[in-house]
């Protein structure tokens, strides 16, 4: 198993939790569509890290996606590298080339040659490919050359990587018609699918499965189950009276722009930081939203229906206490984060009565970040240096979370909730 080279080197995690590598802390990293960019100081160098997922149906050797004749056409002074990195199998070169052969030809005439430095490899685990290019610009950097290699030497695999999103959704389908024969199932557009009446999508058990890949029937079946249930029940379940389901209803914060989009016939009241407040009835192992027609026929206002799921929510948290975690001194920054999981756990940050809690172990004033449904992380205001290291967690815990929400940070004050604007 490989370590990352220093200690003080940065981890970054490839998508679908492929892999992960290191880095140092002065190259600037940047992800645009998966692909990791890595630049060194001082224009020494782009290190580009690509993965992707060959079926093993369609065998593919090392060998034929580290086609040089396609990477590099016009090349000299090539060499094969040491073996790298964690995966089954690796293969490596380095040499020089000239790019940007598309000019006009009498324009190549009076050019001058470049001849830029390369190395570039391939390694494999399983069906996951990663291909790695350091590209030099102009004159030779050898220490950026040196500490590329040892980027690309820290490279770990996931011992068991999960199939990409496409492969899921048929994994899936498999799994409801071999569990549910007479169904009708069948794929459906965004990442869903269709089962008997009902679309389910697939975008949160998704997340779910990437981070336990050896869980999937147990990530799935439960959900499959829990929708040709719903598909039996008859009116009295469907469209309840209120009185029957009062005690049930929760607040449950959403992103609003996915609100919008896929599901504006819910009921939703706008909140901060582009999040909405949507309303949900709690059943013993799931819950379901409440729609604009069901409001309606209940002869409610949203503003009703809120503080019903708030007196709710207090209820909730006071029979079964929220536990938490926290760091820190009582004379400098201190975070707190839930100690477990829970469905509610953020939609406890739109309770007045909880803002009074924190504010007796985080002071008048803190921050907030909401990177998921089920947690939350508050943290004081007396270091900056710390909000920007939890901003950061944050961003990060938002990309790989299940159930996202936001990747901002907010400010709970006396006077209100507003999105936290960062110091100048």
């Not at 009835?281 to 027609?293: L, P």
């Not at 926290?326 to 920054?333: I, M």
């Not at 938002?398 to 936290?420: C, W, Y």
Request: with cysteine; glycine share 6%; hydrophobic share 40%.
């Amino acid at each position: 198993m490989t370590r990352p080279p220093l200690a003080h080197w940065t981890q970054h995690t490839g998508p679908n939790n492929w892999y992960a590598l290191w880095y140092p802390p002065t190259w600037r990293l940047d992800v645009t569509d998966g692909t990791v960019g890595l630049t060194a100081p001082d224009k020494g160098g782009l290190l580009t890290v690509s993965s992707f997922w060959v079926d093993e149906n369609r065998p593919t050797t090392i060998e034929q996606i580290l086609d040089l004749d396609r990477l590099f056409p016009r090349r000299r002074n090539v060499r094969l590298l040491k073996p790298v990195g964690s995966g089954e199998s690796g293969l490596g070169y380095e040499g020089e080339a000239l790019l940007g052969t598309d000019a006009r030809w009498w324009r190549r005439l009076f050019r001058r040659k470049q001849w830029r430095r390369w190395r570039v490899w391939c390694l494999r685990h399983g069906s996951v490919h990663i291909l790695a290019l350091f590209l030099q610009n102009g004159r030779p950097d050898r220490e950026a050359e040196t500490v590329a290699g040892m980027v690309v030497q820290s490279l770990e695999f996931r011992e068991q990587p999960a199939c990409p999103p496409e492969i899921f959704a048929e994994r899936v389908l498999h799994l409801a018609r071999r569990k549910f024969p007479l169904l009708d199932c069948q794929p459906a557009p965004d990442f869903q699918i269709k089962l008997g009446e009902s679309k389910v999508n697939l975008f949160n058990f998704y997340r779910s499965y990437i981070n336990s890949p050896e869980q999937f029937e147990s990530i799935i079946l439960p959900a499959l189950t829990t929708v040709v249930q719903v598909q039996g029940w008859g009116k009295d379940q469907t469209e309840p009276d209120f009185d029957s389901v009062r005690d049930r209803i929760m607040p449950m914060l959403y992103p609003e722009d996915v609100w919008k989009e896929r599901f504006p016939n819910f009921v939703g009241m706008p909140w901060v930081g582009d999040l909405v407040v949507l309303y949900v009835v709690d059943e013993s192992h799931a819950y379901w939203y409440i729609r604009d027609d069901l409001l309606e026929s209940w002869n409610l206002s949203i503003e009703e229906l809120h503080e019903v799921s708030l007196r709710n929510l207090n209820g909730y948290f006071d029979d079964a206490p929220m536990e938490f975690t926290v760091a820190g001194e009582d004379e400098g920054p201190r975070l707190l984060i839930p100690s477990r999981p829970d469905a509610y756990n953020t939609s406890r940050l739109l309770s007045e009565q909880f803002h009074e809690k924190l504010r007796g172990l985080l002071g008048s004033e803190f921050a907030v970040g909401t990177p998921s449904r089920d947690f939350f992380v508050a943290v004081s205001l007396d270091s900056t240096e710390t909000i920007d290291h939890v901003r950061k967690r944050v961003e990060d815990d938002f990309q790989q979370m299940d159930h996202p929400l936001s990747d901002r940070l907010l400010l709970i004050a006396k006077d209100g909730v507003t999105e936290f604007a960062p110091w100048v």
